[in-house]
């Protein structure tokens, strides 16, 4: 059977298949379970420094093509209220990746030290939430503010500092590199790409606030096209994100130059159960193909000829 063990930015993980964060909850037994279900590793919602209730209802509008459109507005309780969850993930065994957001870099440094101290493997930070005001890509969008935000996180934590970036911009690659100059262990791409849905009988748009994200099956050739650019031009690792529902959708990213793998769209079409399919089928999807591991595979289709 082939090897799907994988070291992240020095993180170990068993498969590379993680939890992309916000789609399971944010609770530690939700977590718990992904990881129990076979995920390599978990990463939390994103959590600020205050509590924050989201938006409106509806914040979420389901496509048929396995999608979805979302604008939550980032709920969350607030790190004060997180450790224990943190806590109870750890206690299961999970391997968790705390994901963090905020609007400008010394807010950034200090929840991620925060978070840091709940002994979480590493941090993820959303610098691409593509409908927050003054958050995640609006703070994410622009390589200086990139490059100044991650330096402060690395400065302020030990442990590997992962960057979710942004497909809302003309130079995915540039944002990876300005994360790269900062110290960033690694790069996780992509995020949601910014769209509408407009409710015609209402005349207006369909989620409560307006533009959300879209995520799901469509968005996966973007998604490779950006861990394909991205791999051309940085040497730290990059995550693939973005409608992965089959191994095959995972080998994809991770022949496109991905080391690991979010998932999320494909968690809340088919359940928590979708890991122990995707771990079981990339296997056996390697071993059909005469690839010894996962890691053999990594860019590979950057080293074949057209
Ligand atoms: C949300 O909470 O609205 C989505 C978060 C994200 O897209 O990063």
Redesign the pocket.
């Known amino acids: 059977m082939a090897d799907l063990k994988v070291t992240l930015a020095g993180i170990p993980l068993r498969n590379p298949f993680l939890l992309a964060?916000?789609i399971w909850g944010e609770s530690g037994s939700s977590l718990a379970g992904a990881y129990a279900a076979g995920a390599g590793g978990v990463i939390t919602k994103?959590i600020g420094r205050e509590p924050r209730p989201?938006?409106p209802n509806p914040?979420v509008v389901t496509f048929d093509q396995w999608g979805f459109l979302?604008?939550?507005?980032?709920?969350n309780p607030g790190i004060e209220s997180y450790p224990e969850e943190v806590a109870t993930a750890r206690k299961s065994g999970a391997l968790v990746i705390g994901s963090v957001f905020g609007p400008d870099a010394a807010e950034f440094a200090d929840l991620a030290g925060r978070m840091a101290d709940l002994g979480v493997a590493g941090l993820e930070l959303?610098l691409?939430?593509?409908?927050?005001e003054g958050l995640?890509s609006e703070v994410g969008q622009d390589p200086a503010d990139v490059e100044e935000i991650t330096r402060a996180v690395v400065r302020a934590v030990k442990i590997p500092v992962i960057v979710k970036l942004t497909p809302n911009t003309s130079d995915p690659a540039g944002l990876a590199e300005a994360a790269e100059r900062a110290g960033a262990a690694a790069v996780s791409a992509i995020?949601?790409l910014r769209a509408l849905a407009i409710d015609v009988r209402l005349r207006r748009p369909t989620l409560a606030h307006g533009l959300g994200?879209l995520s799901g099956s469509a968005i996966k050739p973007i998604g490779v096209a950006c861990v394909w650019q991205i791999f051309e031009r940085v040497k730290i690792p990059v995550i693939g994100v973005g409608g992965i529902m089959t191994a095959e959708d995972a080998l994809e990213y991770i022949m496109a130059g991905a080391r690991a793998v979010e998932v999320g769209t494909a968690v809340a079409f088919k359940g928590i159960r979708v890991f122990g399919d995707l771990v079981r089928d990339l296997g056996r999807l390697l071993d059909e193909l005469g690839i010894a591991s996962v890691n053999d595979a990594v860019g590979m289709a950057h080293r074949v000829p057209a």
């Open positions: 964060s916000g994103s989201g938006y914040t979302n604008a939550m507005g980032l709920p959303n691409s939430c593509p409908h927050a995640g995020n949601t994200g």
